[in-house]
């Protein structure tokens, strides 16, 4: 391998030949349960703070960050089963598998990367999280050489499944202590022994910050003073005209309480707390690399197995939503021939991380993989890139929830034995107060059979959108339908998934996107790798957005130089003027046109306008025509609550209504003279 001072690689399809006739790398992939990236846990970082400073230093700042990296499943074991097999979820799943999360383990458990690495001389060890699904009587899964593992377990003194690992017998362990400081030891371990002789691939998998979101003892009071106190408020206690365009339960999620909020806030904070220990991990194992003199050998990847909500849509805190505060993850990869501080921009999801660890490591893809290597990104190639990337989930409800899938905040049962001696399901830990449960008061629905959907994220020069379609069923008793989905979402620039425009999308987008999900959807291996773009109409899409562009900065002067002003003067019969201050006409027709064109924060300041200064009845003189009004104002204020649901603009159109149908009546015919409507007079 180079050492300092050589030269860095080449940027050309050359990195191949180069990987080849250098020494083999080591790979340490370090996987985080449950880290946001929207939220602001992690990479790229969405504010100045982080609970992660250490991996920002070591990782981040020496490699390179991928701004568009997504789980393909947006739950722990069916993302965790796509990470270790390079395949997506269609092609893993099962219908019989309960416990398992629908996923057919007997596809996965001997066919990880591992299997590659062990073959090809590589120390192979697992520590941590495997998966949720573990393999019965403690069997280890083929490939790894040292097996630390557990399906997550719990936070205080939690137990293993052991072969080969320093300092331990094999069996059954019960670990005493930490769960992130426990893995983190033994993996350091592993990397002493093994480092000397011959090259490793390492998984690490710490429960953190998963639930129920403990920190180590010695962070649990632990607040840095530029870390916000309270979990983000975006896409917040949404009213339910926001929420009833969205699948599952999001329509029927009732506003968060004070108490729930409470408890949101003080998840938010222990989760950066329990962050804490997996920075002190990170830098162990990079130092631990670093010691050995192989940090120029060595790749590093981190990342999660999906996101995370709290508060969304009125969603108390968990995942499995197709929305991207749950599907975003952070990416980071340090290694030889990655540029320092470089940002990514291409799309990728989870499964390309399989065929990614075999190129790095020289060895050869395997044919029924479905993901793709991101080496070509990673070393800086002007690779043609996917634009788009499938996302599945099918409902899931465990043994122990059958009858009640949902979290509670109020009437809890107080824990008996609290923390630092056990887990407990509370985030007061001082005293083992504020706790949840899933049999009590104040609850908020997790999920329903409503819940089962396929998703397209797609970006591209002309678009960043993602569309869903649901199906309702039980993948546990029957395969899910997709044939005839019960519901559709579009969301276009819109990362929060705050507003669903498919009824008013265009019936030639809605069928490309149908087919390309389609496409996606029954893919497997080769057909993955290829597979393109349903055909586009580029030039339209390009107007479009140029249209967009033209309309967003049309408003953007309208409200710097006319916000306000009488526009109707010009073709009215007589002068008159809209409330003091004026409220242009032009702004109520226009309203459609901004919601339509998906420009909703210019929208927002639109309805906000109107909502605050539309009275009819302060018209100066009293007169207004007939025509213009009925089709620009009461038309345009119709149009745009029927679109958005906002029921101000509802209000303000029957105000209007209330005014005007009185001043035609007062003519015989209906209509006044010279086309002329006195509201005063009606």
């Not at 990236?37 to 960050?65: E, H």
């Not at 960043?464 to 519901?487: E, I, S």
């Amino acid at each position: 391998m180079p050492k300092e001072g050589a030269a860095p690689p080449p940027t050309s399809m050359r990195w191949l030949l180069w990987l080849h006739a250098a020494r083999a790398t080591n790979i340490i992939y370090i996987v985080v349960d449950d880290l946001d990236q929207m939220l602001g846990s992690s990479f790229p970082q969405t504010t100045g703070a982080t609970p992660l400073p250490k991996t920002k230093r070591l990782l981040v700042d020496k490699g390179a960050t991928f701004a568009n990296a997504f789980a393909h499943v947006p739950i722990c074991n069916p993302s965790r089963a796509c990470t270790l097999t390079g395949r997506y979820f269609h092609n893993l799943k099962t219908k019989n598998a309960r416990s398992a999360m629908h996923v057919d383990m007997a596809l996965v458990h001997d066919f990880s990367f591992a299997v590659d690495f062990h073959k090809a001389g590589y120390a192979t060890g697992l520590f941590g999280k495997y998966a949720n699904a573990m393999p019965k009587d403690g069997r280890v899964p083929n490939g790894w050489d040292a097996w630390f593992a557990n399906d997550g377990g719990t936070y205080m003194d939690p137990a293993f499944w052991v072969k080969n690992v320093p300092a331990l017998n094999d069996g059954r362990y019960a670990a005493r202590g930490y769960s992130t400081s426990i893995i983190g030891n033994a993996s350091q371990s592993f990397l002493e022994r093994e480092l000397p002789a011959r090259n490793v691939l390492l998984h690490v998998g710490p429960k953190a910050c998963h639930a129920p979101f403990l920190p180590a003892p010695w962070h649990v009071d632990v607040w840095d003073p530029t870390w916000p106190r309270n979990a983000p408020r975006r896409a917040w206690n949404r009213s339910f005209t926001q929420r009833s365009k969205h699948g599952s339960v999001v329509p029927r999620a009732q506003a968060l309480s004070p108490q729930a909020v409470r408890l949101v806030d003080g998840v938010w904070r222990n989760r950066w707390r329990a962050l804490r220990a997996v920075d002190d991990l990170v830098e162990a194992l990079v130092e631990t690399v670093d010691a050995h003199g192989q940090l120029d050998e060595t790749y590093f990847f981190f990342t999660s197995d999906h996101g995370f909500h709290l508060g969304q849509l009125n969603l108390l805190w968990d995942k499995r939503r197709a929305y991207d505060f749950d599907t975003r993850i952070p990416l980071v990869v340090r290694g030889p021939g990655v540029r320092a501080g470089r940002t990514i921009d291409a799309l990728v999801t989870n499964v390309d991380f399989y065929p990614t660890f075999l190129a790095l490591g020289g060895l050869p893809p395997r044919p029924s993989m479905d993901g793709v290597s991101l080496a070509p990104l990673l070393f800086g190639e002007g690779a043609t890139w996917r634009t788009s990337v499938p996302i599945e989930h099918f409902y899931w409800l465990a043994h122990e929830e059958r009858f009640r899938n949902e979290k509670c905040v109020q009437r809890c049962p107080a824990a008996v034995e609290g923390y630092p001696a056990r887990d407990v399901n509370c985030v007061t830990l001082i005293n083992n107060t504020d706790c949840w449960c899933g049999t009590g008061d104040d609850c908020y629905a997790t999920e329903d059979a409503r819940n089962n959907f396929l998703a397209l994220r797609r970006m591209d020069p002309t678009s960043n959108l993602l569309y869903v379609v649901y199906a309702t069923g039980d993948q546990a008793r029957a395969d899910v339908d997709f044939a005839f989905p019960h519901f559709r979402e579009l969301f276009v620039n819109d990362s929060w998934c705050v507003r669903n425009v498919r009824e008013a999308a265009d019936p030639h987008l809605l069928r490309e996107l149908d087919a390309e999900l389609r496409a996606w959807s029954s893919c497997a291996g080769a057909s993955c790798r290829s597979l393109e773009p349903a055909p586009r109409r580029p030039a339209h899409a390009a107007l479009k957005d140029q249209v967009v562009a033209l309309t967003r900065n049309a408003f953007a002067h309208y409200r710097r130089h006319a916000w306000g002003a009488d526009e109707l003067r010009p073709l009215s019969n007589t002068s008159h003027n809209w409330t003091r201050p004026a409220l242009g006409v032009t702004l109520i027709d226009a309203m459609s046109t901004l919601y339509v064109m998906g420009l909703h924060q210019e929208f927002e300041a639109a309805a906000d306008h109107v909502a605050r200064h539309f009275d009819p009845l302060s018209i100066t003189d009293g007169f207004v025509d007939v025509f213009e009004t009925t089709i620009r104002v009461l038309g345009g204020l119709a149009s745009a609550y029927a679109l958005s649901k906002d029921e101000r603009l509802l209000d303000a159109a029957e105000a209007f209504a209330d005014a005007l149908v009185p001043a035609l009546a007062a003519s015989p015919s209906g209509i006044p003279f010279r086309g002329l409507a006195s509201l005063r007079d009606g």
